[in-house]
């Protein structure tokens, strides 16, 4: 099973701009469709975005429309979610996941990351 690793968390202001990466540890992502989740405190955790494999569509959260992107560069086994125009609201721990379906359902995945804060401040 494929492990997951992401990078790219940090501090920043409202308004400013962070681009999180995801690759897998060991092998390559093979055919997984990815999603990007994210886990505010107290809170569920919620779909952000998806990508198939082909990378021929994509699908994101009502919340996050127009100012995230989330991308994927199979040859590099890396997967992106580029993040703008972010809001306190935003914060959260953000999860990259692999899957046999871009779905916006966390039962669909099957390998999760551990996780990177994004903290938004006003």
């Known amino acids: 099973q494929v492990q997951l690793v992401e990078s790219g968390g940090g501090l920043v202001q409202a308004g400013g701009s962070l681009r999180l990466s995801c690759a897998p540890s060991g092998r390559t992502f093979g055919t997984y469709a990815m999603g990007w989740f994210r886990q505010a405190p107290g809170k569920e955790r919620e779909f952000v975005a998806t990508?198939?494999?082909?990378?021929?569509?994509?699908y994101y959260a009502d919340s996050v429309k127009g100012r995230f992107t989330i991308s994927r560069v199979n040859a590099n086994n890396t997967m992106y979610l580029q993040m703008s125009s972010l809001k306190p609201e935003d914060t959260a721990i953000y999860y990259c996941a692999a899957g046999t379906l871009a779905s916006m359902h966390p039962n669909t995945y099957t390998a999760w990351g551990q996780g990177t804060q994004v903290t938004v401040s006003s």
């Open positions: 990508i198939p494999w082909s990378g021929v569509y994509t």
